[in-house]
């Protein structure tokens, strides 16, 4: 299809039963559809939005074109779960019906109240002369799932000094007040987010700019998220326009955090130690975190990037989000864990231990693995999945240089090539000493040495590119290994 601002700008409501039957059968011609990520039925996932626990379920809605792989009119679709792990698909949350979101629904995100979910969103606007105005949008879900959108918007176009480029508020509550971060761009082209507060969740006045250190860092801060975790401040946000450093920023938007003091909520004042990226892979865009009952903090991120296209894309539908993972701070640093929740999906075990050398198995197209190494003598080692006779992914420890490696130029159709096939992180640790491995039809997500380092990347092989391969170079390593086949 040739998309123009016509078809690109439809809403779901104007689908015909033959256009979604189309859309469905193509969909499912797609071999690289997943197992147990979150996928759209049809069209283009982007960012998670509204993450909450409410009425005795998780909550995560989507950003959702339904008619294609590409960035269209933006709806809301919805997703619930008991337990983060088997998703319910509830469908289209928040259609852009009202003409403060004439060209999209966009990001936000949720919190509870009164026993009513509150959604809040950046309504999209066009003028006929094609200048966004960017409105800061209230839709309300009730204990039965039905949704009412606030009448006006809370906030109508950028505050002075700041361009249309003005979305995606993450809201809280300190006590009675409530507060949200929002992505914004200076007059000056760079990127920041401002602070507003509310004592009802309706009427929002501005506190001001979240005062950091980063004055000039890119052009426009996405998707900003903050919460407080064992006595730290931490701000979550998406910088778009960094210039590579070394290692650093090497995809086309980076995601990553601040961690520092609380933040001073009367005047934006924000002591931090340096950003760093969230994760180390190719494919991680836009985080959103939430709190489970029992205390945890929880992030999801969309597994894919904007302005990227990808081998999906042919089948009408693009991206997923990424497994569920469980924040923790450890000196000043933010670490990612699997949540223990994913257990769950487990089926088949195999266990194994070798000396390397090589080791090979057949590990299939969708599991999880948990490997150690000890008894550490090579110069490198690692391991190679997906593999076949003619494509395999490989992560690789070179020892001298505390760089791990995730090379997926052999991995079958690479998307991104300009952005490079490589991604490097340098360990802080010594050694590799574990990694904790999450297979897909699609996709991988490698977390290592117990979370210091994640790296969540698409990738696109054949189905018959089953192996699974574990190696040392110049010297042998001993591994310890379990594989589940995950459903």
Not at 46 to 72: E, K, R, T
Not at 123 to 129: K, L, M, P, S
């Amino acid at each position: 299809m040739k998309w123009t601002n016509e078809n690109r700008y439809r809403a779901y409501s104007q689908m015909s039963k033959k256009e979604e039957t189309k859309l469905h059968e193509t969909v499912s011609h797609s071999p690289w559809r997943q197992h147990y990520h979150i996928q759209p039925p049809t069209g283009l996932l982007n960012d998670p939005n509204g993450f909450s626990y409410y009425n005795g379920m998780y909550h995560l809605f989507y950003q959702w074109f339904p008619y294609g792989a590409v960035h269209g009119l933006k709806h809301w679709y919805h997703v619930v779960s008991p337990d983060l792990v088997h998703w319910e698909e509830r469908g289209l949350a928040i259609e852009p019906d009202r003409s403060y979101e004439s060209h999209g629904a966009y990001s936000g995100s949720g919190i509870v109240h009164k026993n009513k979910l509150y959604l809040f969103y950046t309504g999209n606007q066009r003028t006929a002369d094609w200048e966004r105005i960017p409105n800061q949008a209230l839709a309300i879900m009730d204990e039965h799932g039905s949704i009412s959108k606030h009448p006006t918007p809370l906030l109508i176009g950028s505050p002075k000094g700041y361009t249309e480029h003005f979305r995606d508020p993450k809201v809280w509550q300190v006590g009675d007040d409530f507060y949200f971060v929002i992505g914004a761009q200076r007059e000056t082209k760079t990127g920041a987010a401002l602070l507003y507060h509310s004592s009802d969740l309706e009427n929002w006045s501005l506190v001001g700019e979240i005062q950091t250190e980063l004055t000039d860092f890119g052009y426009m801060w996405e998707c900003p998220d903050y919460f407080e975790l064992d006595g730290k401040g931490i701000f979550i946000f998406s910088p778009q326009g960094l210039e590579p450093v070394g290692f650093h920023y090497q995809n086309i938007y980076q995601s990553g955090y601040l961690i520092g003091q609380p933040l001073d909520v009367t005047t934006g004042h924000f002591s931090h130690n340096l950003f760093y990226e969230l994760d180390a892979g190719f494919d991680f865009y836009a985080p959103q975190s939430t709190m489970t009952p029992d205390g945890r903090r929880i992030l999801v991120g969309w597994m894919g990037l904007p302005d990227i296209e990808y081998p999906t894309d042919p089948y009408d539908w693009a991206h997923c989000l990424t497994l569920p993972r469980e924040l923790i701070v450890k000196e000043d640093k933010l670490i990612q864990k699997p949540i223990h929740e994913l257990t769950k999906l487990r089926g088949k075990q195999l266990s194994f231990r070798d000396e390397l050398g090589s080791f090979y198995m057949e590990a299939g197209t969708a599991y999880e693995m948990i490997l150690t190494f000890d008894a550490i003598q090579a110069e490198s080692y690692g391991i190679s999945f997906r593999t076949s006779d003619v494509e395999k992914t490989t992560l690789t420890y070179n020892r001298e240089s505390r760089l791990l490696t995730l090379d997926r130029g052999q991995s079958g159709q690479v998307p991104a090539q300009t952005y490079g096939t490589t991604r490097s992180v340098l360990l802080e640790s010594s050694d590799l000493l574990s990694l904790h491995v999450f297979v897909d039809t699609s996709s991988v997500e490698l977390f290592v040495n117990d979370g210091e380092v994640v790296l969540t990347s698409r990738i696109f092989p054949q189905d018959v590119s089953t192996g699974f391969q574990a190696f040392a170079e110049k010297g042998t390593v001993h591994v310890n290994g379990t594989h589940w086949s995950l459903s």
